[in-house]
T-cell receptor, first 116, second 112 residues
Framework: NAGVTQTPKFQVLKTGQSMTLQCAQDMNHEYMSWYRQDPGMGLRLIHYSVGAGITDQGEVPNGYNVSRSTTEDFPLRLLSAAPSQTSVYFC???????????????FGPGTRLTVL | AQSVTQLGSHVSVSEGALVLLRCNYSSSVPPYLFWYVQYPNQGLQLLLKYTSAATLVKGINGFEAEFKKSETSFHLTKPSAHMSDAAEYFCAVSGRDDKIIFGKGTRLHILP
C-alpha cells in the first residue's frame, strides 16, 4: 500500500492564481482531512470528510474548497491564492469506528506552498 | 467546540532526564485524545491515543500519557529522554463532532 499520497511536494503560485492540491489514499479509509501547518500555530483543520459525497468545514475553511467524489481522493482547491495561504499542507485519512473519529490518522508527506 | 492547549512551545531536557509535555483539553463530551510526533521535514506519526479505556495509555518509543478527567489533562511522559526524541509533539482531541483539533505543538530539545 502507498498509504496517503500528496502532489505536488512543492508549489509556487502568484497572488490570484488557483490550483488544486491532490490527496489520495489506498487504505479504503472513510475519514479524510486537510490541515495547514504554520510556525507557532500547529495544525489547523481546513476541511474534512466522513465519506464520499460528504464534506464539512474545519477551523480555517475560507479560501479553500473540497469535494469527495470517491473514497480514495480528497482534493483541496485554492480559489484565488493569497500570500496568507503560504503554508505546508497535510492530508490525512483514518478509519473511524463507532461514530466519532477515534483511530489513528495517517498523514501524507505534505505540500509546501508559497504564494508570492 | 473542542480545543487543546499545549503549555510550552519549547521544552528542553537533558539526555536521560524525565520528559513531560503538557496538554489540556476542552470538550463537551468525553473526548478521544491523541499524541503525535513530527520529525523534521516529515509528516505526523501517532504516539498513542486515549479512547475511554484505560486512563494510563502506553505508546511507542517508551512514551505514555495519563488521562485525568478532573484536571482535563492528557500529559505525555517518558522516564528517560534520548537524543532521538528531539522532535515536535502535538496533542489532538476529537469531541462531539467529527473534527480532530490539534494543539499548537511543543518542540522538544534534548541536551547532551
Amino acid at each position: 500500500n502507498a498509504g496517503v499520497t500528496q502532489t505536488p511536494k512543492f508549489q509556487v503560485l502568484k497572488t490570484g492564481q488557483s490550483m488544486t492540491l491532490q490527496c489520495a489514499q489506498d487504505m479504503n479509509h472513510e475519514y479524510m482531512s486537510w490541515y495547514r501547518q504554520d510556525p507557532g500555530m500547529g495544525l489547523r483543520l481546513i476541511h474534512y470528510s466522513v465519506g464520499a459525497g460528504i464534506t464539512d468545514q474545519g477551523e480555517v475553511p475560507n479560501g479553500y474548497n473540497v469535494s469527495r467524489s470517491t473514497t480514495e481522493d480528497f482534493p483541496l482547491r485554492l480559489l484565488s491564492a493569497a500570500p496568507s495561504q503560504t503554508s505546508v499542507y497535510f492530508c490525512a485519512s483514518s478509519y473511524p469506528s463507532g461514530g466519532r473519529p477515534n483511530n489513528e490518522q495517517f498523514f501524507g508527506p505534505g505540500t509546501r506552498l508559497t504564494v508570492l | 467546540a473542542q480545543s487543546v492547549t499545549q503549555l510550552g512551545s519549547h521544552v528542553s531536557v537533558s539526555e536521560g532526564a524525565l520528559v513531560l509535555l503538557r496538554c489540556n483539553y476542552s470538550s463537551s463530551v468525553p473526548p478521544y485524545l491523541f499524541w503525535y510526533v513530527q520529525y523534521p521535514n516529515q509528516g505526523l506519526q501517532l504516539l498513542l491515543k486515549y479512547t475511554s479505556a484505560a486512563t494510563l495509555v502506553k505508546g511507542i518509543n517508551g512514551f505514555e500519557a495519563e488521562f485525568k478527567k478532573s484536571e482535563t489533562s492528557f500529559h505525555l511522559t517518558k522516564p528517560s529522554a534520548h537524543m532521538s526524541d528531539a522532535a515536535e509533539y502535538f496533542c489532538a482531541v476529537s469531541g462531539r463532532d467529527d473534527k480532530i483539533i490539534f494543539g499548537k505543538g511543543t518542540r522538544l530539545h534534548i541536551l547532551p
